[in-house]
C-alpha cells in the first residue's frame, strides 16, 4: 500500500508542478522526498548517513552480501530500507541518507538533533576525491531535474573539472561545510560509529567487522572473507557490467555500457584526484581542505590513504 501511495505523491507532484515557478516546483518535490525519508527515519534501527559518492553504495553490497549470507536471502538484489527486513525480521530496518532532503523537512538544517538519539554510522570519504566522483556522476549519470533540485549547473553546462571541483555549490567547499557539521555535532549523537572510506578500501576485513558488531552480530570470518572477496572493485565491475543486480534498478548500473565514465564503479582509487588536475590546481584544492577541514577526520596535508590515528579512532568507535 505504501508503494502504491508513495507512486501517486510523486505523480501528483509532478502533475502540480507544471503550473509552479521553478523554484516553487523544486521545493515541493525536495518535501516530497523529505517527507519519505522522514518516514523511514521514524521507523528504522540504524541509520547510514553520507555525502554522496563517499562509497555508499559499496557499502551497501557489502551489508547486502553479509546479510545474504547469514539469513539465505535472495541475491542480485541490494539492500534497500525494509525489503530484507520484510523476508527475515532479524534483518534490521536501515535508513540510507545523505542527509539532504531529511534536514530541510524538519528544520535542522544547523545541527544534527535528528540523530542525536538514533544509532548512525556515518560514513566519510577524502573531499576532493568526493568532488571528483561528483563531477562524474554530474556529467555522466545524473538527471537534469536532480541537478536543478541539487544547486548543481545545468546539464551539458561547459565547466572543467577544476572550476567544478571548486564550486561552492557543488564542489569542495560544499563538501567541507557537510563535514564540518557533523564534526561540531558528533559528541551530541548518542550512538555513532564513523568509518573512513580509505580504510575501508585499504583494510576491509578490519572495517567490515568493526560495522557488523555496530549491527549488534557476531562477525563471522568466513562470511567476511566470502564479502569482501566478492565486493572488490573488479568483481564490482564485473557485475555490472552484467547488470547483476538489475532487481534493484539502476543503482548498480553503467548509464551508458560503452563509456567507462557512467559506471557507478568506476575507480574507486583512494587519492585518484590527483589524476585530474596539475600542481598548482593541487595545491590549491589541497590547502583549501586542509585550511577549512575539521582535524578530526583525519584528512589533512598527509598522503592519501588509511589514518592510523588514534584520536581519529577514539571517535569511530563511539558506541
Given at each position: ?78 539492500m534497500g530500507f525494509d525489503n530484507f527486513h520484510k523476508i527475515n525480521p532479524a534483518v534490521p530496518r536501515i535508513f540510507f541518507t545523505h542527509d539532504n532532503y531529511l534536514r530541510g523537512y524538519t528544520g535542522n538544517l544547523d545541527n544534527k538533533k535528528d ?205
Open positions: 500500500m505504501h508503494i502504491v501511495i508513495k507512486r501517486l505523491k510523486r505523480l501528483l507532484v509532478r502533475a502540480v508542478s507544471v503550473f509552479l515557478p521553478r523554484r516553487q516546483a523544486i521545493a515541493l518535490d525536495r518535501w516530497r522526498r523529505g517527507q519519505e525519508e522522514h518516514r523511514k527515519y521514524l521507523m528504522c534501527e540504524y541509520v547510514f548517513a553520507s555525502y554522496g559518492k563517499s562509497g555508499r553504495t559499496w557499502l551497501r553490497v557489502m551489508l547486502s552480501r553479509y546479510y545474504q549470507q547469514t539469513y539465505a536471502l535472495p541475491e542480485r538484489i541490494l540523530f542525536y538519539n538514533k544509532k548512525v554510522v556515518l560514513l566519510v570519504r577524502r573531499p576532493q576525491d568526493v568532488a571528483v566522483s561528483q563531477f562524474f556522476q554530474w556529467k555522466y549519470r545524473m538527471r537534469p531535474a536532480k541537478m536543478a533540485m541539487n544547486r548543481y549547473p545545468p546539464a551539458g553546462s561547459d565547466i572543467s573539472i577544476y572550476d567544478f571541483v571548486m564550486n561552492p555549490e557543488c564542489g569542495v567547499p560544499r563538501i567541507i561545510d557537510f563535514l564540518n557539521l557533523w564534526a561540531r555535532e558528533l559528541p551530541n549523537i548518542d550512538n555513532l560509529l564513523m568509518v573512513r572510506y580509505e580504510d575501508m578500501r585499504v583494510q576491509p576485513e578490519k572495517e567490515l567487522p568493526r560495522i557488523i558488531r555496530f549491527l549488534g552480530m557476531d562477525p563471522d570470518d568466513e562470511r567476511i572473507r566470502e564479502t569482501v572477496e566478492f565486493s572488490s572493485v573488479e568483481n564490482l565491475r564485473k557485475l555490472e557490467k552484467e547488470n547483476y543486480f538489475w532487481r534493484s534498478g539502476s543503482r548498480v548500473k553503467a548509464k551508458d555500457p560503452s563509456n567507462p565514465h557512467s559506471y557507478k564503479v568506476r575507480r574507486a582509487k583512494v587519492g585518484g584526484y590527483r589524476d585530474y588536475f596539475d600542481d598548482e590546481q593541487v595545491a590549491r584544492i589541497d590547502g583549501l581542505v586542509s585550511s577549512q577541514l575539521s582535524e578530526i577526520f583525519g584528512y589533512g596535508e598527509e598522503a592519501p590513504g588509511p589514518s592510523g590515528n588514534e584520536a581519529a579512532g577514539k571517535v569511530a568507535s563511539g558506541g
